[in-house]
């Protein structure tokens, strides 16, 4: 018996694998402008510094929780931290690539519309550090935070001035977040097991952590969710008939499209039932 999160028996009509060769280009392509990108807009000391205490104000303002509070909690012991610190290096990137080698396997027309969504956060993040500088709340002494990483590491970033592999004064939105986010909800749709809500667990650790370790405010976060929802509102999985892929709709939907064909076969010496059923 098949488990209900192994793929679905392909589709007439379902989208195929893409190429490998091309979509590992495509991938790889991704990551570099997400790099590049951000290095470009490099700078802005001083402009980054006033916009974070203009954020910190107006989550005040709008009574947000304290990042302080999340803090306080992971400073209840060393390990807890380093956990925190780890988990902010080492999984933002591999957790990513993990989904979209998974579901280029597995639900190849999940994965075009995946990497799609993906690119389009992705473009659409690295323009508000051009518009919008932001340094992280370690970076603000008005906070009261410590930069966990460099106090008990393992730390990515070295100090601003000369770290030429990332931009540290582009905190909004959060990527970390908005990609979790995205695997989570890949995971949801393009599966059909009844545990796969837990992937909500991905992007809520990374929250915590995220706001935790000091790097992002929670405004980055929210506003990294309203990029995303826009995206996903305008970028839907398709199979090349243009339906939607069997897995995102709901077991009533499995039922009913199972019954159907059911149906289908048994009238099938009856022309005049089956072209009504269409």
Known sequence: MRSQSEPAAAEPGAIARPPLVRELLLVAGLFLVYKSGRQLATGHTAEALHNAHRIWDLERTLHLPSEVGVQSALLHGDTLVHLANT???TVHFPATLAFLAWLYLRRPAHY???RRVLAVVTAAALVL?????LAPPRMLAATGLVDTARVYGPSVYGPPSSDHLSNQFAAMPSLHFGWALMVAIGLIVATRSRRRWLWLLHPAITLLVIVGTANHYW???IVAAA???A???LIRPR???GGTPASLGSPQHHTATTA???TRHLVSGAPSLVGADR
């Open 87 to 89: 988990y902010y290096a």
């Open 112 to 114: 075009v519309w995946a």
């Open 129 to 133: 550090p051009f518009t919008f500088p």
């Open 219 to 221: 405004l980055d976060s």
């Open 227 to 229: 990029m995303l929802g």
């Open 231 to 233: 995206a996903l509102a």
């Open 239 to 241: 199979t090349s008939s």
């Open 260 to 262: 159907g064909r059911g």
